[in-house]
C-alpha cells in the first residue's frame, strides 16, 4: 500500500513530501532525492492516536513521519502485527462503547476503594498498629494543637476539678488499653470536645458554658470515649494519609503515620469525622448511659442545644460529611426503643 507523507528527518527541520509503502512488517520511505529507506517493525514506533489529528510514526534513527489519510493508515495498521497494547488509545477512542465502559469501570473501582475498601484497610492497619504509634501521633498532633489552635482554658479552678471529677469516675478511663486523661482549653468559635488516639481527650471552655458539668458532659465525654476505642481518630487520619496506610499495611513501616498527625488536628476540631464514626461514638455513648440508668436523654439534650448554637440549620447542610444533630437523635431514639424492646 502505497501513501503519502510528510517526512523529517530528525537533523533539519525541513520537511520532505514523500510516499511511503506500508508493508505487513515494515514500511519503506521513498525519497526522491535519496534511495529508499526501510524501517522494520521493531524501527518503528506508532503513536497511538487522539481524535482526527493526523497520524505520526517515530522512526529509530530519529526520524518522523507524519500520515495526514488517517484512513488508509488504518487499514494498514489494522492488519499489521502490533505489540500488545500498542493501539489501546486509537482502539478505544473510535469505539465509544468502551470508552464509557472504562469510565464506568474506573468510577466504580474507586468508589469501592475510597468507600469500602479504604475504610476497611484503615480500620485493620489502626488496631494493629503498636500503642507507640497511637502516643506518637498524638503528640505530635498536640504540636499543631496546643498553643496554636487552642489556649489555655480560663474557667475557675473550681469548676475545672469538678469537670476532672466528673471525668475521672468513669470506669473506662482506666483501662489499659489507653491512657485516658482530660485536657481543657478555650479558643475555639464553638462549644467542642474531641479525641486523640492515645487517649487524650480535650474539652473546651465553651462547651461547658453551652452544657454545664452534669449528665450531659458526661455524655459528651462518653462520646469522645467511643472514639477512642474504636480508634475513629487513627482510622480518620490514614484514610486521608493514603500512602502512610499502603506503606503500614504492606511494609510494616509505621514511619508514616506523623502525615497522620498532620492530618489530624485540623480534622478534630472542625467536627469532620463522618457520619459512620459519629454515630458509632454516639450507640457506644448510649449504650454506657442506658446500661447506668441515665437514659439516652442527656446525649438528645446536648445535640438539641449543639444544634440550636447553629441557627437551627442541620449540620449535614453545612459539612455533608457529618450527621445532622436531628438525624443523630433520631438514631438515638430507635437504639432506644430497640433496646426497650429486647433486653
Known amino acids: 500500500m502505497l501513501i503519502h507523507a510528510v517526512y523529517f528527518d530528525g537533523k533539519q527541520a525541513r520537511r520532505h513530501e514523500v510516499t511511503v509503502e ?11 532525492s535519496d534511495p529508499p529507506q526501510s524501517y522494520s517493525r521493531d524501527e518503528t514506533d506508532v503513536v497511538p492516536a487522539i481524535g482526527g489529528a493526523e497520524r505520526v510514526v517515530r522512526l529509530a534513527d530519529g526520524g518522523m513521519l507524519r500520515f495526514e489519510d488517517n484512513d488508509s493508515f488504518r487499514l494498514w495498521e489494522d492488519r499489521r502485527p502490533l505489540r500488545q497494547g500498542e493501539r489501546l488509545v486509537a482502539r478505544m477512542e473510535r469505539r465509544w462503547a468502551a470508552v464509557v465502559a472504562a469510565v464506568v469501570a474506573v468510577a466504580l473501582v474507586a468508589v469501592f476503594f475510597f468507600q469500602i475498601a479504604l475504610p476497611w484497610l484503615a480500620k485493620d492497619v489502626a488496631f494493629r498498629l503498636p500503642p507507640q504509634a497511637r502516643v506518637h501521633v498524638t503528640r505530635e498532633a498536640l504540636r499543631f494543637i496546643d ?28 483501662s489499659e488499653a489507653y491512657n485516658y486523661r482530660l485536657a481543657i482549653r478555650s479558643g475555639l468559635a464553638s ?5 486523640l488516639p492515645d ?3 480535650f474539652v473546651t471552655d465553651e462547651l461547658v458554658d453551652l452544657i454545664g458539668i452534669g449528665d450531659q458532659m458526661l455524655a459528651v465525654l462518653l462520646h469522645e470515649i467511643g ?11 490514614l484514610q486521608a494519609s493514603t500512602l502512610a496506610l499502603l506503606g503500614t499495611l504492606f511494609l510494616g513501616d509505621i514511619s508514616g503515620v506523623s502525615s497522620v498527625a498532620a492530618a489530624l488536628p485540623g480534622m478534630l476540631t472542625s467536627h469532620a469525622y463522618s457520619r459512620g464514626f459519629e454515630i458509632e461514638a454516639d450507640l457506644f455513648a448510649a449504650e454506657y448511659l442506658m446500661d447506668h440508668d441515665y437514659g439516652i ?15 437551627g440549620i442541620p449540620l449535614e447542610d453545612v459539612l455533608s460529611t457529618h450527621p ?7 438514631i438515638l431514639r430507635d437504639f432506644d426503643r430497640r433496646q426497650e424492646a429486647d433486653p
Open 22 to 32: 506500508l508493508l505487513a512488517d515494515s514500511l519503506v520511505v521513498n525519497l526522491d
Open 147 to 174: 498553643g496554636k489552635i487552642l489556649k489555655p482554658s480560663k474557667l475557675d479552678e473550681e469548676t475545672k476539678t469538678s469537670l476532672h471529677e466528673l471525668f475521672d469516675s468513669i470506669p473506662l478511663v482506666r
Open 191 to 195: 462549644p467542642n470536645a474531641f479525641a
Open 199 to 201: 487517649g487524650l481527650i
Open 227 to 237: 472514639h477512642v476505642e474504636h480508634q475513629h481518630g487513627m482510622r480518620m487520619g
Open 297 to 311: 436523654e442527656p446525649l438528645v439534650d446536648v445535640f438539641i442545644k449543639m444544634e440550636s448554637i447553629h441557627g
Open 324 to 330: 445532622s444533630m436531628r438525624k443523630r437523635v433520631d
